[in-house]
């Protein structure tokens, strides 16, 4: 494991529309978070029914920050550019949506061939947290601070995403 953690998360109009909320936060080692990006944009296109019940909801303290996806884009690009180095790269659940930023990212230009997260590691594939860092985390004692929503919250899910992370390494150490 490495110094830091750069958790990554987005929530998208669909499992394969863009997205319209990023977030990602920088951990040491210890858990402590030491920097964060959170970035909303409105929907262009209808919204996923699914979306709009379950999601909409929990981002309702995000502000929109930025007037399209190219935008939020390019500026989540450039947190993750300055914080990458030294750092684990975990994602809540890589595909199709967070591995859908990195390819939309070097699509545009914003992200060299070289920038992507390599290793990308999707904690959902883990098998002792099986696809649910909220059951893992449930079944851990583990509590995440309520962030303006819960899960479906890219902050929440990043600090969540976090935290089963560093619980699951310091139990195979």
Not at 49 to 58: D, G, H, K, L, T
Not at 66 to 81: G, I, M, P, R, T
């Amino acid at each position: 494991m490495n110094k830091k953690i750069l958790s990554i998360d987005a929530e998208c109009n669909g499992l394969w529309g863009k997205a319209f909320a990023i977030a990602a936060t920088l951990h040491n080692s210890q858990g402590k978070e030491i920097k964060t990006f959170i970035g909303r944009c409105p929907i262009k296109e209808e919204v996923n029914p699914w979306v709009e019940e379950n999601v909409i909801p929990q981002i309702q303290g995000i502000k929109i920050t930025h007037s399209s996806y190219e935008e939020l884009l390019k500026d989540f690009v450039n947190f993750y550019l300055e914080n990458k180095s030294e750092s684990d790269i975990i994602v809540h659940m890589g595909l199709p949506v967070e591995s859908r930023l990195f390819i939309d990212a070097h699509n545009l230009g914003y992200l060299g061939d070289w920038d992507a997260p390599y290793p990308l590691i999707d904690i959902s594939a883990i098998k002792e947290i099986n696809t649910s860092v909220d059951s893992y985390n449930t079944t851990h004692g583990i509590i995440i601070d309520d962030c303006c929503g819960g899960t479906h919250n890219p902050l929440y899910d990043c600090r969540a995403a976090t935290m089963a992370y560093l619980h699951y390494n310091s139990e195979i150490i």
